[in-house]
Every structure is written in C-alpha cells, then in structure tokens.
C-alpha cells in the first residue's frame, strides 16, 4: 500500500495538466489520502470478494451501500445480488477512469457493472464529460468482457428545474442515450426523472442537499433501476455480444 502512495503522489502533479483537447478529459489520479485508501479498499475487496455486480460511481452510490440511514434498503436489495459498491465521494468521471486502469476491475468475473457518474463534472463541457463516460464503457468491456453494462443517466442536481445543472445533465444524457446503440452497453437508463415532483422539483423528501438522496429517494433508486439490472443479470454471458432483449 506504501509503494502506491508513493507512486501516486509523483504523479498527482501531472493531473493538473489541461487535456489536449476540449473535448477530452485527463485521466486524473486520486491525490488525497482518503480517497486513496478508499480506493486501495476497493482494490482488495476486488481480488478478494465474490463480486457478481459492481457499482460504480461517486457520493450517489457510496452512500447506498454505507451510509447508517441507506444501509437497510442496500442489504435489502442488493447484497442478494452479490453486489460491491464501488463509488468514491467527489469523484469525477476521470477519476473512476484511473481507478479502473488501476486495479478496481482485477482478479472478478462481473456479471454486471452498473455505471453512474458524472454529477462531479456538471462544470465541464458535457461533450467532453460524454466522452470520459464512452471510455469508462469501454475500459470495462476490455477487462471484463463477459459483464453486462448497465449505463444510468447523470441524475438531476439542484432543488429547481431551472436550475444550469439541470440542463448540463440533460446535455450529457442526450450523448449517452446513443451508447446502447452503439453497443458500448446492454442497456442505459435515465432513471433521475423519478425522482422529481410534477414541476420538476427536487423535494427535501428524496433529497437532503440538492445532490444526496435521502432513503426514500434510494428507495426510488431501486424502484426504477433494479427492474432493468435483473434484466441484464438475465442475459446470457457472451463476449462480444451487447444489448437487453437483442437476439
């Protein structure tokens, strides 16, 4: 664990660089002691648990599973699933790119990934942040090309719907509902919608921050995404085959 430290904190200068392009994303390390053993957890639970579907994501989805208050509905749902929860607090897109070259992917035979991140990167040119997501999809059909993708939509942030991160995820969305077709998923989902009143409203109810679900927006969570996660846990495994329902 020492030796990757070390290692990481030579190359954290390097993610400050800007991307060659705009709209490309850095490959960017974790560069603070906390997210760095988070992450060297994640590795560990990787090699060594029996893991059939892995999650992962930032806040929205570590919280799930270890939050005191989510927990229950995580153990309820979940765990019989074989589920690991792979989501790091404050990551980008280019973050969870790194830790999946990195060692979060290693030694398991996932039936199932679920990806959802981006919230993080609301700030940046969704083009770009579309982009990040692509090779995220593709790094894990490469390391692990047995698995299903699930592909979850960026979700609503802020209590408003005029809100500009409102339409930052929206743009972002519109680019990744094209992937299935393109065969970079099994399947994708925009499930953030139900978590919004008529008005498009992000109530106190589902939300604690404008960001973080409370347990009844999770409870919501499982209600839209867990249909089609069993969906994709329903597909035979076949390399090189991709899509819900595709003959």
């Not at 679920?114 to 790094?139: C, D, F, H, W, Y």
Request: charged share 20%; aromatic share 6%.
């Amino acid at each position: 664990m020492m030796i990757g430290m070390v290692v990481l904190a030579a190359v954290c200068a390097r993610a400050e660089e800007k991307p060659p392009s705009p709209d490309l994303l850095p490959v960017t390390p974790l560069c603070d002691k906390w997210t760095i053993d988070r992450h060297n957890a994640l590795v560990e639970q990787a090699r060594t648990s029996p893991i059939e579907v892995a999650l992962y994501g930032d806040s929205l989805t570590q919280n799930f599973g270890n939050e005191e208050a989510n927990r229950p509905i995580w153990d309820r749902e979940m765990a019989p699933l074989k589920a690991g929860n792979f989501g790091i607090s404050g990551n980008k897109v280019e973050n969870l790119l790194w830790r999946l070259q990195n060692g979060e992917l290693d030694k398991m035979k996932l039936k199932v990934a679920v990806v959802m991140i981006g919230t993080n990167n609301l700030g940046s040119p969704p083009k770009a942040v579309a982009e990040g997501i692509k090779l995220v999809l593709q790094t894990i059909a490469l390391r692990q090309p047995q698995a299903r993708i699930l592909l979850l939509g960026v979700p609503p942030a802020g209590w408003d719907a005029t809100d500009e991160k409102r339409a930052a995820a929206k743009a972002i969305n519109a680019v990744l509902a094209g992937y299935k077709q393109q065969n970079l998923c099994d399947a994708y989902l925009d499930w953030g919608g139900a978590l919004l009143d008529a008005d498009g409203t992000l109530s106190h109810q589902m939300s604690m921050d404008g960001y973080h679900y409370t347990p009844a927006g999770y409870e919501i969570y499982v209600k839209t995404v867990k249909p089609v996660l069993l969906q994709c846990l329903a597909i035979p495994s076949k390399i090189g085959h991709r899509g819900v329902g595709d003959k």
